[in-house]
Structures are given as C-alpha cells and as structure tokens.
C-alpha cells in the first residue's frame, strides 16, 4: 500500500541551537547542514538572519552549501526580519521564509499589548511582504498550543488566502496533552477554508516530556510535516526529536506514513550533533543513547541471547547501531557470561561456567561493569584449564 509522506523539518541549527551555551560557529553549522542534508531531511532551518552577523552569515554560507533539502531563514513578523531573511537564503536551491507572530491571548496582550485583529493583519502582511521574495512562505503561530481554536483556524485560513504554503502549529511552552493536540490538527483540517492548499505542521516542546508523543498525535491527525532536532535539543527541555519521530513512522507500518530519512545515518548524526555543541546525550535516550541497544538484567539478556526480538523493537542495524550491547554486571545471568565469554575465545563447559560464574558474581558486587580484559582474568583466577 502506498503511503503518505511526512517532511522532516529540522531546526537543530535554529530552534536546538538557542541551548544555553552552545553556540556554533559557521563551519561547524556548514558540517552538520551538510550532514543533515545527506540524511534526507526535507527541510533545514538554518537560522534566524536578522539576530546577528553570524547567524546571517551561516544561513547564507549553509544556502550555498545544501544541494538537496529546503533551506528556510526564521523571522518575525516585521518588514526588517523579512528582508534580511531573503537576503540570507536567497542563493538557495530551495529557499523558504518562516515568518509568523503570537497568537494566544497571554502573547497577545502581554508581549504585543494589542489585540486579535492586529495580530491578525500583521500575520497576512508579514505572510505576503515574504511571498515578494520567495514562493516557498512558512507561518508560524506562535503559542498556537494556548491559542483559542477560533482564532487559529481564522489567522491560518487568512494566511493561507496570503500565500502561506505551510502552517507550523507550535505547542511553543510544551503544556498540551497528545489528544489536545491532535485534536487542534483535526480542528484545523475541518474548519480551515483552503487548508488543502497548505501542509500543517507539528512544532512542539518538550516541558512535560510530550513532544514527540505530540507531534505523532498531530501526524495520525493529519499534519504532513514535523519540525524537531537531533537529539530532541532547543530550548529549555527541548523540541521534539527527530530520531524518535523518524523511528516511530518506521517501526507504526500500520500509520502508512514515511519520511526520506536514511535511518542507518542516525546514529552517526546524534553523536555529531552531541560533539560539535558540546551537549552530551543521556544515556537512556530512546533509539541513540548509549543503553538504548544494552540490556544488563540476567532475564533480558538471555531473552535476547536466544532471539533478539525478545526485547528489542528496532534493529539498531537500522539506525547506525553496529550490535546491541550483553552488558555485564552483578545483574547478569550464567547465559550473558557465556555469551560474553565466547565472545573473548572461551567456549565455556557447564561446569566450567558454575565456576566462573561464581567468581564473576563476587567480582561483579564490586565492579560495576565487567569488561573482556576482566573476563580474562576471571577465567585465570577460576580453577579451569581453558586457554583462550
Ligand atoms: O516554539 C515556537 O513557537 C517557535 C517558533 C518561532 C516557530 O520556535
Ligand atoms: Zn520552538
């Protein structure tokens, strides 16, 4: 059955980069654009132009660079922004402007001490000033997650009438819960006058641990893009991230939705990312963190010893992962040690395995983890005649 694709936005260069203290240079943007670029993301954003010289002169230098995906330059809804953006992505392949305003009452009367209707005009105007200088024009409602539906649906119908090609839907402080989310989605699908003209996007935070969960709720709910970064890194807890969106649309076969990610080069993009910003990734990190492919427990590892299947959703082959880890520790069973042992030369007898296995155990209570140098002396120290 054919399925239905869902673009891959990646802000890691623009939303992941506002990480307190992890600021890139533009060489070290220009290796992870191009990165990204070979992974298939459909989307780069590059930046936000008009904050300051560097950030201009990265998104123009990633414009040049990027052979493959969109290369999008963020602005606020004002004249200035607009232009400088254009400026910045202008020798782009594919160049996109991402302009947008609040739309929740609290960034309404509190940030723009103003009112619907001229946060309203200032969307279309800020929406059709772009469209002078590119076709490809990405709205963003800002706070749309607090953002009275009503409302939503009336300023993404009126910039959609100005030209808006995509319309991003952030959840920009990470309070909603998937249904609520999904729900605003649905509510937009179903009462936007033109919505067939424009691609709905997820944007979402992570400040309750419900970005992803988000962003998939919004997907099954029909928006066709997501926006997120390389290890789940932005802001505060972070936006959603784009391994675990990328993941989730491959192992759900039944959601029949795809992306054009090379799944093997995820991996290998986390630990780039984790690099170049200094930003180190937990080691429980679904699909790229250290454990994700490591089972510790007696029961697990023999569980996957005999099929790996047992425990293990994905096949870290997939993302980039060589193998998945037997890790040993006071934890682990007689099959984690002979399968560690075989793996260091020793083909382990019954009898042979009791007595190392004994020794393992009072060694293991004082060391965390055994490794193969310990396996070696292990079997030393133990009364059977093996060489390896
Ligand atoms: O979270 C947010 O609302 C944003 C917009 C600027 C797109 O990052
Ligand atoms: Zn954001």
């Given at each position: 059955m054919?399925?239905?694709?869902?673009?891959i936005?990646d802000?890691?260069?623009?939303?992941g980069?506002q990480?307190?203290?992890?600021k890139?240079d533009?060489?070290q943007k220009?290796?992870?654009?191009?990165?990204?670029?070979?992974l298939g993301?459909?989307v780069?954003?590059?930046?936000?132009?008009?904050?300051?010289?560097g950030?201009f002169?990265?998104?123009e230098?990633?414009?040049k660079?990027?052979?493959n995906a969109?290369?999008c330059?963020?602005t606020r809804s004002l004249k200035k922004?607009?232009e400088?953006a254009?400026?910045?992505?202008?020798k782009?392949?594919?160049?996109?402007?991402h302009?947008?305003?609040?739309?929740s009452?609290?960034?309404i009367?509190?940030k723009f001490k103003?009112n619907r209707?001229?946060v309203?005009?200032?969307?279309?105007?800020a929406?059709?000033?772009?469209k002078?200088?590119?076709?490809?024009?990405?709205f963003y409602?800002?706070?749309a997650?607090?953002?009275?539906n009503e409302f939503l649906?009336?300023?993404?119908?009126?910039?959609?009438?100005?030209?808006?090609?995509?319309?991003?839907?952030p959840?920009t402080?990470?309070y909603c819960?998937p249904?609520?989310y999904?729900a605003k989605?649905k509510y937009?699908?179903?009462?936007?006058?033109?919505?067939?003209k424009a691609?709905l996007?997820?944007?979402c935070?992570?400040?309750?641990?419900l970005a992803t969960a988000?962003?998939?709720?919004?997907?099954?709910?029909g928006?066709?893009?997501?926006?997120c970064?390389?290890?789940?890194?932005?802001e505060r807890?972070?936006n959603?991230?784009l391994?675990?969106?990328v993941?989730i649309?491959?192992q759900h076969s039944?959601?029949?939705l795809?992306?054009?990610?090379n799944?093997q080069m995820?991996?290998?993009?986390?630990?780039m990312?984790?690099e170049?910003?200094?930003v180190?990734?937990?080691?429980n990190?679904?699909?790229v963190?250290?454990n994700?492919?490591?089972?510790?427990?007696g029961?697990?590892?023999d569980?996957?010893?005999k099929n790996?299947?047992?425990y293990?959703i994905?096949n870290p082959?997939?993302?980039?992962v060589?193998?998945?880890?037997?890790?040993l520790?006071?934890?682990?069973?007689?099959?984690?040690?002979?399968?560690?042992?075989?793996?260091a030369?020793y083909?382990?007898?019954?009898?042979?395995l009791d007595?190392v296995?004994t020794?393992?155990?009072?060694?293991?209570d004082?060391k965390k983890?055994i490794?193969?140098?310990d396996i070696?002396?292990l079997?030393?120290?133990?009364?059977?005649?093996?060489?390896?």
């Amino acid at each position: 059955m054919h399925k239905e694709q869902v673009q891959i936005f990646d802000t890691t260069l623009r939303d992941g980069e506002q990480v307190p203290g992890c600021k890139l240079d533009t060489n070290q943007k220009l290796i992870i654009a191009r990165q990204l670029d070979e992974l298939g993301v459909d989307v780069i954003e590059a930046g936000f132009p008009i904050s300051s010289p560097g950030d201009f002169k990265s998104v123009e230098e990633i414009s040049k660079l990027v052979k493959n995906a969109v290369v999008c330059g963020l602005t606020r809804s004002l004249k200035k922004d607009i232009e400088v953006a254009a400026e910045a992505i202008k020798k782009a392949k594919r160049p996109r402007i991402h302009t947008g305003i609040g739309t929740s009452d609290s960034h309404i009367i509190h940030k723009f001490k103003s009112n619907r209707e001229d946060v309203l005009e200032r969307a279309v105007a800020a929406v059709k000033y772009a469209k002078t200088f590119v076709e490809d024009v990405e709205f963003y409602a800002e706070d749309a997650g607090r953002t009275d539906n009503e409302f939503l649906a009336r300023v993404c119908e009126a910039v959609i009438k100005a030209g808006a090609t995509v319309l991003n839907i952030p959840d920009t402080t990470g309070y909603c819960l998937p249904e609520e989310y999904g729900a605003k989605m649905k509510y937009l699908k179903e009462n936007v006058t033109g919505i067939e003209k424009a691609i709905l996007s997820c944007h979402c935070h992570n400040d309750l641990g419900l970005a992803t969960a988000n962003s998939i709720s919004g997907v099954i709910n029909g928006a066709r893009q997501v926006e997120c970064t390389i290890n789940g890194i932005g802001e505060r807890a972070g936006n959603t991230s784009l391994e675990e969106v990328v993941m989730i649309l491959k192992q759900h076969s039944d959601l029949n939705l795809d992306t054009n990610i090379n799944t093997q080069m995820l991996y290998a993009t986390s630990q780039m990312v984790s690099e170049k910003m200094g930003v180190y990734v937990q080691p429980n990190k679904a699909i790229v963190g250290a454990n994700a492919f490591a089972h510790s427990s007696g029961i697990h590892q023999d569980g996957v010893i005999k099929n790996r299947e047992t425990y293990e959703i994905i096949n870290p082959k997939d993302v980039g992962v060589t193998e998945s880890a037997i890790v040993l520790t006071a934890r682990s069973g007689r099959a984690a040690l002979a399968y560690r042992a075989k793996n260091a030369g020793y083909e382990l007898t019954k009898v042979q395995l009791d007595e190392v296995y004994t020794q393992f155990l009072d060694f293991a209570d004082k060391k965390k983890e055994i490794n193969d140098d310990d396996i070696h002396i292990l079997i030393k120290k133990s009364n059977v005649s093996i060489v390896a």
